[in-house]
C-alpha cells in the first residue's frame, strides 16, 4: 500500500483552467481570479487518490504536483 | 450583404509544406489530414503567404510559443493579408507582458465557474426558447437556428445590452474575423460600428449606471489607480464580444454535428449523462475552434526550426490537439478519453478567459438538445458548411429528427 498522496499546485504556472476543480472539487480551491490552490495543506483523504492523479493528468499547463509522502 | 463583397482570390495551394493557405477551401473543409502531413514533415512550416507566416503543428512546437512572450508579441492575433498600423486593440487579448496581467486580472472574477454557475439558468433558458421554435418542424438549420444564438444572447446579458441586438453583433464578428482576413475595409467598418455602438452604451451607463459587465468595467481601476479610459473599456467589450460568440457557436456545432455523424456516440451520451464533461473536453480537443497567431519579434529556434522577424506565425491549436505523440488516437473521439491536457482554450498567460463560459454554454446547450432531440441525424438533401479562418466550426448544419409525438 502506497503512502499518502499530497498535491501542490504551483502557482507560477496555474492559468485558471479549471479542470482540477472540474475533476476533484474537494481537493482543489479557486481563488476570485478563477487560479487554483490546493484545498487545505494538500494532503489528499484516503478515496480520493484517483481524483488528485486524474486533476493531474489533465492540467494543460502541467501545474499540479502530486507527491507520495 | 457580406456575401457579395468580392474578396482577392487566393492561388490554390499545391504545396502545403511550403505554401500552407489557411484559407484555402481545402483547409476549410477537412484541415486534419493536412495538419498531420504537416506535422509528419516538420513541427514549423512556413509560407510566404500573408506577408510571412509560420505554422507550428506539433503540440511541444504550439506550446513553446505559447509560452514564449520575448520572442512572440500577441499584438496582432489574428493573420491577414495585410499589415497595417494596430486599431481595434482588445485588451487582455492584444497585450503583452506587463501589460497583459493587470489587464487580464479585471476580467477574471466575472468569468469564474462559480459566476457562470448564476449564468446557467439563463443559458438553458435561451436553448429552449430556440429548440421550441423549430422542434415541431422535424429538421432545421442547427446552426442558423440554433447554436448560432446561444452564446450572442449569453454574453449580451452579462454585458447587460439587448439580447435582440445579437444579429449586428454576428454580422460585425463576420466582418471583423471572416472578410476582413482580406478586406481591411471591411475589417476596419466592423470594428468603427462595434465601437459606435459601445460609446453609446458607456455614455448611457455614466448617467445611469447598472450592475452589468459594462459598468463593472468601467467602475475597474487600472494598475495607476486610476479609473480605466473610455478606450480600455471599449477594447475589452470589443474582445468578449469577438471572442466569446463565433468560437463558442462553433464548439456547439462541431459537437452537434459530430454527434448526428456518430450515432454511437449519440447514444452513450443520452444513455449515461454523467459522460457529459468528458464529452465536452475530448469534442473541444478533436474540434478545437480557435486558432491564434502572434507576431514574431525576436529571432529564435521552435522545436529546431529558426523563426525570424517580420512573419506571423499562425498558432494552431487544433492541430496541437491532434498530435499523436501527446494524445493516443489523436484522430479518433473518444468521449470517455481519461487523460485530455487539450489546449483549446490557449496555453500560458492568455488562456482563454472565458473557458468557464464556453465549457458552461456547450455543456447546456448539448444536454438541452439531448433532452428534446434524442435522435437525430444530417440531413443527406442539405449540405454542411464550414466557417474560414481563425475560427472553425459549421455555419450550416442541417438535421433531420422525429417531430415529437
Redesign the interface.
Known amino acids: 500500500m502506497a503512502g499518502k498522496l499530497k498535491i501542490h499546485v504551483d502557482q507560477d504556472k496555474c ?5 482540477c ?3 476533484a472539487p474537494e481537493l482543489f480551491d ?1 481563488d ?3 487560479n487554483a490552490h490546493e484545498h487545505g495543506d494538500g494532503t489528499v483523504p484516503a478515496g480520493l487518490e484517483d481524483k488528485a492523479w ?1 486533476a493531474q ?6 501545474a499540479i504536483e502530486v507527491t507520495e509522502e | 450583404m457580406s456575401d457579395t463583397v468580392v474578396m482577392s482570390a487566393h492561388p490554390p495551394v499545391t504545396d502545403w509544406v511550403h505554401d500552407f493557405d489557411h484559407t484555402d477551401p481545402r483547409w476549410t473543409e477537412d484541415p486534419f489530414p493536412i495538419w498531420d502531413q504537416l506535422r509528419a514533415e516538420c513541427p514549423v512550416v512556413h509560407t510566404d503567404r500573408f506577408l510571412g507566416c509560420y505554422l507550428p503543428t506539433t503540440y511541444e512546437a504550439v506550446k513553446q510559443i505559447a509560452h514564449d512572450t520575448e520572442h512572440f508579441s500577441s499584438r496582432r492575433v489574428v493573420v491577414r493579408d495585410v499589415r497595417p498600423e494596430q486599431v481595434g486593440n482588445a485588451p487582455p487579448i492584444t497585450s503583452d507582458p506587463p501589460e497583459h496581467k493587470p489587464a487580464k ?1 479585471l476580467l ?2 466575472p ?4 459566476a457562470m454557475k448564476k449564468l446557467e439558468p439563463r443559458v438553458r433558458a435561451i436553448c429552449n426558447e430556440l429548440i421550441d421554435d423549430f422542434i415541431a418542424e422535424g429538421k432545421c438549420d442547427a446552426a442558423a437556428r440554433y447554436t448560432k444564438h446561444i452564446p450572442v444572447r449569453a454574453i449580451a446579458h452579462m454585458l447587460g445590452i439587448p439580447e435582440k441586438d445579437s444579429d449586428l453583433f454576428i454580422r460585425w464578428i463576420h466582418e471583423i474575423l471572416e472578410l476582413g482576413i482580406k478586406d481591411n475595409e471591411i475589417f476596419l467598418r466592423g470594428i468603427r460600428e462595434m465601437g459606435e455602438y459601445f460609446v453609446g452604451h458607456i455614455e448611457e451607463r455614466k448617467r445611469h449606471p447598472t450592475d452589468d459587465l459594462i459598468s463593472t468595467l468601467m467602475n475597474a481601476k487600472g494598475k495607476d489607480g486610476q479609473p480605466l479610459s473610455d478606450e480600455h473599456v471599449q477594447g475589452s467589450l470589443r474582445l468578449l464580444l469577438i471572442a466569446g460568440i463565433d468560437t463558442t457557436w462553433s464548439a456547439i456545432g462541431s459537437s452537434l454535428w459530430h454527434l448526428a455523424k456518430t450515432p454511437a456516440d449519440r447514444e452513450r451520451l443520452v444513455a449515461e449523462p454523467t459522460l457529459m ?1 468528458s464529452a465536452v ?1 475530448e469534442l473541444l480537443r478533436a474540434y478545437s475552434p480557435v486558432t491564434m497567431a502572434r507576431e514574431v519579434m525576436k529571432e529564435t529556434v521552435i522545436s529546431g526550426c529558426p523563426v525570424k522577424p517580420g512573419n506571423m506565425v499562425l498558432l494552431s491549436f487544433p492541430a496541437a490537439n491532434r498530435d499523436p505523440a501527446v494524445f493516443p488516437d489523436a484522430d479518433k473521439v473518444l468521449i470517455d478519453r ?6 483549446a ?1 490557449g ?3 492568455h ?1 482563454c478567459v472565458g ?2 463560459l464556453a ?1 458552461m454554454e456547450m455543456t447546456v446547450a448539448l444536454e438541452e438538445w439531448l433532452k428534446r432531440i434524442p435522435d437525430f441525424r444530417l440531413d443527406p438533401a442539405g449540405q454542411v458548411k464550414w466557417s474560414e479562418g481563425t475560427v472553425r466550426g459549421p455555419r450550416q448544419l442541417p438535421m433531420l429528427f422525429a417531430r415529437p409525438g
Open positions: 492559468q485558471g483552467h479549471a479542470r476543480k472540474s475533476l479557486l476570485e481570479y478563477g486524474l493528468t489533465n492540467c494543460p499547463e502541467i | 486580472q477574471l472574477p468569468f469564474t465557474p462559480d464533461p473536453e481519461k487523460e485530455n491536457r487539450h489546449a482554450f496555453l500560458g498567460i488562456r473557458s468557464n465549457r
